[in-house]
């Protein structure tokens, strides 16, 4: 009997509602499109861009489900209906129930194969299962996977019988009880961390192929002598079989070449059209597998004319180089997260609506942090010019959190145990192998913030050199231990710097800043939650004066040395309020045109910086310094000269000064400021500042620009004034102009 449309629809917003009884989405916050996936309409799309084959068979739909402990077997009757690709937890689901580390989760559908495809191997494909999956085929053992945010394979073809064909997973997912990679899951949600996710959250799918196939193309772009070397790996390969490649652009052949397969073939690109933000040119291939006169496999593919790398500017800082040009890199830390899918995008076209905004703002770079997206995701980025920096998932176990997330100071990596290690980095690799294809994606971080940090020299030394085609970002935060490419700061709300004269060689970066919140009602995940920002405004006029400081400050860095920098963050996040979108994607809290006009002089050449006077970051400096109380006339003070930078005890108060004469009066000028305290500067008398500073690590940058009228070449007073000082910190301050 044929089930019309109306009455599945009818029969999913049951399970919908039945869902939205439970506490996993605690406001019942949906998405515009959200409220628009059906059963016959879950991830339809294509879901591999990279290699595309004519003939596929989607799988994503309502299967059953059930939740058991998890020593049971697999379950004879089942609980109910599950919408696949959405994680159990998740609205979108139809379920909405945590599954604990002492349960499985297990799936049943059945399937039939197309006629057609009787004499090819059939490959069953999991874009993403969280965590560890098992897959049986009619009562069938087919093999186990263990990662969350890889795509896997199963060849099935010797399982399959004639008629239905039944498909059995079982799933398990110790979120944060173990030390796997899990990213920001947690099984008591708060802060940055969010509800967890367990079983399929990417696209399950069918595919037909040759016994002897095309398993992978990477191209790899040679701008420099203007070839594509195009990288395949064969499944099944005798040795003999031909490879031929045609290079179209705009619709037209502009060359071809054939080679013996698993060679590398070399094409010549005349007058390469290269990739960036203002200009994602792709080009697109036509390729056939042949064995004697016979095509055994086709497919289609592209890639992009780009060279990502690291190299001196006329100043002499490193820089991040696209296509051997300094280009400065600024976006967004995208968690790509989802009120109604949670890790997985309602739709293609909701996935698309986020890099579309951030495209409009004026960035050109996002983030993608602690997460793997679907491979459409990257294909978009590629396809409107948005330059990726990837994350991998990190992990600990959340009961040993003190051990295995490594503080900035600490002199050691944790130990990770070596099975655990092992895990690690073969679920990185794998990360790796799938992703290395798209040319949106520019540098690799592999650990942030300490997280399950372990042997930093050698997996980031790794890294670099099983992909040298891009630049590596060993530790973004906190626990540096001088390797990688760069070196990454995170300071919220910032901005901040590491000074690039202790880092010859290595790139600046502001892997986080920024952080401010706008809590608006009517949008907000969870109203009995702490809803925060790392700071955190009540107006958005408010709100948008704050970011325009922080971009009037981040503008003179770039100066410095600074190459890239990252605000947090794209969309808020269950109790996260930072976004620049509301969690539901309903309201935009910044006027995007508004956004382009602060973000253009980020991307201006930079010019040369001068000292002024130093602070202490590099080389010891002196400070003439008093514990003078607020009340004494600063025409009567006595300082003494001491050493910076200087230790100040909790509820302290002190004033330093620093006196110094000009040879012209510049065109601009930067403060940089270490304390922890509120905070009064005087320019020869007048008020410049009067905030809170919140550093214990990194200097904040105040740009005082604006005050260029108080400066005269002779004779020139700074006064900081440090009062209420909230805990014993380091205090210290320099001068510089451009």
């Not at 099935?156 to 990213?183: F, H």
Request: hydrophobic share 35%; aromatic share 12%.
């Amino acid at each position: 009997m044929k089930i019309s449309f109306s009455i599945i629809a009818l029969l999913f917003t049951g399970l919908i509602l039945s869902a939205q009884e439970n506490t996993t989405n605690p406001g019942n916050m949906k998405t515009r499109w959200g409220v628009e996936v059906t059963p016959e309409n879950a991830w339809r799309q294509y879901p591999r861009p990279q290699l595309v084959r004519e003939e596929w068979k989607n799988l994503n739909g309502l299967w059953e489900y059930s939740i058991k402990p998890k020593a049971e077997n697999a379950p004879q009757g089942y609980d109910g209906k599950i919408l696949v690709p959405f994680a159990a937890e998740s609205t979108l689901s139809g379920v909405g129930k945590m599954v604990m580390p002492d349960q499985k989760l297990w799936y049943k559908t059945t399937f039939q194969v197309p006629d057609g495809w009787k004499n090819k191997r059939l490959l069953l494909h999991f874009d993403a299962v969280d965590w560890e999956a098992t897959v049986y085929i009619n009562n069938e053992k087919v093999g186990t996977h263990k990662g969350g945010s890889d795509p896997f394979a199963f060849d099935i073809s010797k399982y399959v019988k004639k008629g239905p064909q039944e498909l059995v997973l079982s799933v398990w997912d110790p979120t944060d009880t173990e030390s796997q990679a899990r990213g920001k899951q947690v099984l008591t949600p708060r802060g940055i961390w969010y509800t967890p996710v367990t079983g399929i959250w990417q696209t399950v799918w069918l595919e037909p192929v040759g016994k002897t196939h095309i398993k992978s193309i990477v191209p790899e772009a040679d701008i420099d002598n203007k070839k594509i070397l195009i990288k395949n790996q064969l499944e099944g390969s005798t040795g003999k079989e031909k490879l031929i490649v045609k290079v179209l652009k705009n619709g037209k052949v502009i060359a071809e070449k054939s080679a013996l397969a698993s060679a590398v073939l070399e094409i010549d690109i005349p007058e390469p059209d290269l990739w960036t933000p203002y200009n994602p040119a792709l080009y697109h291939l036509d390729i056939q597998l042949t064995d004697g006169s016979r095509v055994i496999d086709k497919a289609t593919s592209y890639f992009a004319m780009r060279k990502i790398s690291t190299g001196k500017d006329e100043f002499g800082y490193e820089r991040l180089m696209l296509n051997n040009k300094p280009v400065f890199q600024y976006g967004t830390l995208d968690q790509g997260w989802w009120p109604d899918g949670l890790l997985t995008p309602p739709s293609d076209e909701a996935m698309r609506f986020d890099m579309d905004v951030l495209k409009d703002m004026g960035f050109n770079m996002l983030r993608k942090h602690i997460k793997v997206e679907p491979s459409r995701y990257y294909y978009y980025a590629d396809s409107i010019g948005l330059l990726v920096w990837q994350d991998m998932p990190s992990g600990f176990k959340t009961s040993e959190a003190n051990v295995q997330h490594v503080k900035a100071e600490a002199k050691e990596d944790w130990n990770r145990p070596k099975e655990s290690g092992i895990q690690f980095e073969q679920e990185w690799k794998s990360i790796m192998d799938h992703l290395r294809f798209f040319p949106s994606i520019v540098v690799w971080v592999p650990f942030n913030e300490g997280w399950g940090q372990y042997e930093t020299k050698r997996v980031v030394e790794w890294t670099q050199k099983y992909d040298p085609s891009r630049v590596v970002n060993g530790v973004s935060g906190w626990t540096d231990r001088n390797v990688g490419a760069m070196n990454d700061a995170h300071q919220y709300p910032g901005p901040a710097m590491e000074p690039a004269e202790q880092n010859p060689g290595r790139v600046i970066v502001l892997g986080e800043f920024g952080g401010l919140g706008l809590p608006l009602e009517g949008h907000l995940w969870n109203t009995k939650m702490r809803n925060w920002g790392y700071r955190t405004y009540f107006g958005k006029d408010t709100l948008i004066k704050e970011y325009a400081t922080l971009m009037h400050n981040l503008y003179p860095m770039k100066n410095r040395g600074l190459s890239a920098a990252i605000y947090t963050q794209t969309t808020d996040v269950e109790g996260e309020v930072n976004g620049l979108m509301t969690y539901d994607r309903k309201v935009i809290k910044f006027n995007p045109g508004l956004m382009r006009m602060l973000h253009y002089p980020l991307y201006k050449d930079p010019v040369k910086s001068e000292t002024i006077f130093f602070d202490s970051e590099v080389s010891p400096q002196k400070l003439m310094i008093t514990n003078a109380g607020l009340n004494g006339k600063t025409s009567d003070l006595v300082f003494s000269s001491v050493s910076a930078p200087v230790m100040l005890k909790k509820g302290e108060f002190r004033r330093a000064e620093k006196i110094f004469n000009l040879d012209k009066i510049p065109q601009n000028i930067q403060l940089r400021l270490l304390t922890h305290a509120d905070v009064k500067v005087y320019l020869n008398g007048q008020l410049v500042v009067n905030k809170f500073i919140n550093t214990k690590r990194h200097y904040d940058e105040i740009n005082l620009s604006e005050f260029l009228g108080y400066l005269k070449k002779t004779d020139n007073k700074l006064l900081v004034e440090i009062n209420d000082i909230k805990s014993n910190s380091a205090f210290d301050f320099g001068l510089y102009s451009y």
